[in-house]
């Protein structure tokens, strides 16, 4: 496998790797689905490789950029099941030398045998150790990309060409999202089914939330889902599966793919996730992997949840930017083609907006 770091972007080359066809036909034996009952065995196949090829990159690539700064250790490497329950995560990482983390490794142990049913649930200790040693707990979610995406890039399969890999990259951040799953439903056959919805059946759950309605509900449920998310770290990878190339687009933290301007929605793909639940943020608002080591500072949660970030009307023939989503000239924009940018100076960067919003600024 080779990486490439070329203008923030991490791509690789995996021509010549092979994944464990023993790990992957352990995990398919004992693999049970959650919102897509009818997967067939080929395609359970192809989406477990791909996942495997996906943490395969991210690690190669913090094995070669960051081989003095953070350490890692995958879920397979500790885990003790013989891959007979889901993952809740696949990376462990910290800075080199200022964590043991074997007191970790050994409540994770704890966790897996403890765990009744398929599916592992770290614990309130397991967690509370990463977070005391400033251990990051990350996950890496891959996706195909898709034909349409390289039709919309004008890409033609020259991973050769710089500037043409550039723009499909960039077309991938403007449609695609970075998403985790509701923690406490994952899946809802009701097409209609909305966040107010979703944040009225959390509340039925959990009497502490029994007084609030609106506004003030919907930040608690987020709240809580801060809470109860075992990821600190989300990472995407895009992968070109028939020419074996791929990219890192970037990773968020969670507590900024949670904050109060977080979408809930589906993605929907016919045949395969029509009642998947979704928190998303767009891929816009993720940071290169190469700035990885910065998810070990100290940050003010607060104002992360609060978010920095900027909107864009992708309609408009104006530069102007918007402080808010709730701005009125972005009021007839569906809130899911709104562009959204992390900071001020990033918009200004794109050179397409530059200006303030007079009425929300």
Request: proline share 2%; hydrophobic share 35%; net charge neutral.
């Amino acid at each position: 496998m080779e990486i490439y770091l070329i203008n923030h972007m991490v791509y690789a080359n995996y021509e010549n790797y092979q994944v464990d066809y023993s790990v992957v036909n352990q995990i398919l034996d004992n693999t049970a689905e959650t919102w897509q009952p009818d997967r067939s065995v080929d395609e359970k196949d192809r989406n477990t490789k791909q996942g495997k090829i996906a943490e395969a990159i991210v690690e190669k690539f913090l094995n070669i950029y960051f081989s003095q700064s953070i350490s890692m250790k995958s879920y397979d490497e500790i885990r003790n099941d013989g891959y007979l329950k889901h993952a809740p995560f696949d990376f462990l990482i910290w800075k080199t030398g200022e964590a043991d983390i074997s007191q970790i490794v050994e409540a994770v142990r704890n966790d897996i045998s403890s765990t009744m049913d398929k599916y592992v649930h770290l614990s309130q200790h397991t967690r509370q150790l990463c977070k005391e040693m400033n251990v990051k707990i990350v996950e890496v979610k891959s996706t195909k990309i898709r034909d349409s995406l390289k039709k919309e890039a004008d890409f033609e399969d020259n991973y050769n060409n710089a500037d043409a890999v550039r723009r499909l990259a960039n077309t991938i951040k403007d449609t695609d999202d970075v998403f985790c799953y509701p923690y406490f439903k994952r899946s809802e056959a009701r097409k209609n089914y909305s966040f107010e919805d979703y944040c009225n059946y959390v509340k039925s759950l959990v009497p502490s939330l029994r007084s609030y309605e609106g506004e003030e509900l919907r930040k608690k449920v987020i709240d809580l889902e801060v809470e109860k998310q075992s990821s600190d770290v989300f990472i995407r990878v895009y992968l070109d599966t028939l020419i074996k190339k791929g990219f890192v687009i970037g990773w968020i933290q969670r507590e900024r793919l949670l904050d109060y301007d977080v979408l809930f929605k589906r993605m929907y793909q016919p045949n395969k996730s029509e009642k998947a639940l979704y928190f998303t943020k767009s891929l816009r608002e993720t940071d290169s992997l190469e700035n990885l080591i910065r998810v070990f500072e100290k940050a003010d949660f607060k104002s992360i949840r609060e978010t920095d970030s900027v909107y864009a009307n992708p309609y408009t023939i104006t530069k102007f930017y918007h402080k808010s989503r709730n701005c009125n000239f972005l009021k007839r924009v569906k809130e899911e083609d709104i562009i959204v940018y992390r900071s001020e100076e990033e918009a200004i960067e794109s050179g397409r907006y530059i200006q303030r919003c007079k009425n929300c600024f």
